[in-house]
Structure formats: C-alpha cells, structure tokens
C-alpha cells in the first residue's frame, strides 16, 4: 500500500469514519470536502487538528480540500468555536478561501462549497465529503450544485460522503437525510 493510500486510510479511521475502499483519491484531480458541526462537544476541534496535520505531510502536499464548520442539522446546543482566536485559519488557511463558517453565514458557505465542487466534478473528479456532523450541509451543497445544471447521475457517480455517527443520522432533517442515502446507494 503506497503512502498516500495508508495516510488517507489513517485520516478515516482517525476520524471516526468508515473506509470507502471501492473508491480512491487522485489528489491531482478530487476534493476533499471536510464538514465538522461544532455542536455539542469538542470532538471536531480535535479532529479538524487531525485532518490540518495530515494535509502538512509531504505526501499530501497539493490535496485539494475545503473546510465547512458550522455544519449542524436539527439540534439546540451550543456552537463551540470561539475558544481559540483564529484557530481555523492556523488550521486550513484563509477563511472563505479554504474555509468557511456555515453557522455564521449558511447560503453563503453553501455557495463556496458549491463553487468548489462544481470545477471537480466537470474535470472528471470525484468529491470526497467528511461529514463529521449533520449531512444538512451536504444536503443543501448538493441542491445548488443541481441548481448549476450538474447532471444527478454525475453526482451520484462522483461525491462519496461519509457519514460517521448514528447521532449525526438522527439530527439530520429525516427527508434530507434519506435523499442523501439514495443517491449513496447507487453507487454499489
């Protein structure tokens, strides 16, 4: 197994989530798009300090991510990010460039992940989604990537999402959820 494979297969596993192993990352042509809730706990500050470390090994030097914070779905609990000042941009970069906060600013972080998929998907990528919280975020990134005239099959095809918790299901919107799941299953 080369090194690239074992890192990626590390950065799951590190994360809570399951491997996709009918699927690989081409970093010269997919994305990684890395959604964390922040809400209720603290397990998503330890994990986007995980994903931030890996993506600064050489052998992951020039893979294409986006960061998404704020990507919670129907839940009432505190947002944590405030603690650290600037956290996010010591992590992944510039915010709106490498990052976004969904919970500040929804339609708008939508759109950036929309801008961001729409380019792989047409060069023949794929977009690899971690969702380390609620697929509402997902959910809505996908409709306006359908809105752009992406073709539904193309989707199904090319984003593969990983969901990590039976909790995150839960507090998913349930109609949201199950569409996602549906688009899912046809890749098998």
Same mark, same amino acid.
């Given at each position: 197994?080369?090194? #690239? ?8 596993? *590190? ?7 009918? &699927?690989?990352? =081409? @970093? =010269?042509? /997919?994305?990684?798009? %890395? ?9 998503? *500050? ?15 030097? !020039?893979?294409?991510?986006? %960061?998404?914070? !704020? ?8 947002? +944590?990010?405030n603690g650290v000042p600037d956290y996010y941009n010591f992590l992944f970069g510039t915010e709106n460039i490498d990052w976004t906060n969904a919970h500040a600013n929804w339609s708008e972080s939508v759109v950036r992940a929309k801008n961001k998929i729409?380019?792989?998907?047409? %060069?023949?990528? #794929? ?12 959910? /809505?990134?996908? &409709? ?11 989707? &199904?095809? =090319?984003?593969?999402? *990983? &969901?990590?918790?039976?909790? =995150? ?11 996602? @799941? @549906? +688009?899912?299953?046809?890749? #098998?």
């Amino acid at each position: 197994m080369k090194l #690239k494979s074992l890192v990626f297969t590390i950065l799951f596993l *590190v994360l809570g989530l399951p491997v996709a192993l009918s &699927q690989t990352f =081409n @970093k =010269n042509t /997919d994305l990684l798009l %890395a959604n964390f809730d922040l809400k209720p706990d603290e397990d998503d *500050v330890m994990a986007a300090a995980a994903l931030a470390s890996m993506l600064k090994h050489p052998d992951l030097s !020039g893979v294409d991510y986006f %960061a998404v914070i !704020g990507t919670y779905g129907d839940q009432n609990h505190i947002f +944590i990010t405030n603690g650290v000042p600037d956290y996010y941009n010591f992590l992944f970069g510039t915010e709106n460039i490498d990052w976004t906060n969904a919970h500040a600013n929804w339609s708008e972080s939508v759109v950036r992940a929309k801008n961001k998929i729409i380019p792989v998907l047409n %060069a023949g990528g #794929k977009v690899f989604v971690q969702e380390a919280g609620q697929s509402n975020f997902t959910y /809505d990134v996908l &409709q306006a990537v359908i809105a752009e005239s992406v073709a539904l099959t193309k989707i &199904q095809s =090319n984003v593969i999402s *990983v &969901q990590h918790s039976k909790y =995150n299901e839960k507090n998913t919107t349930e109609s949201e959820l199950n569409w996602l @799941k @549906k +688009i899912q299953s046809m890749l #098998k």
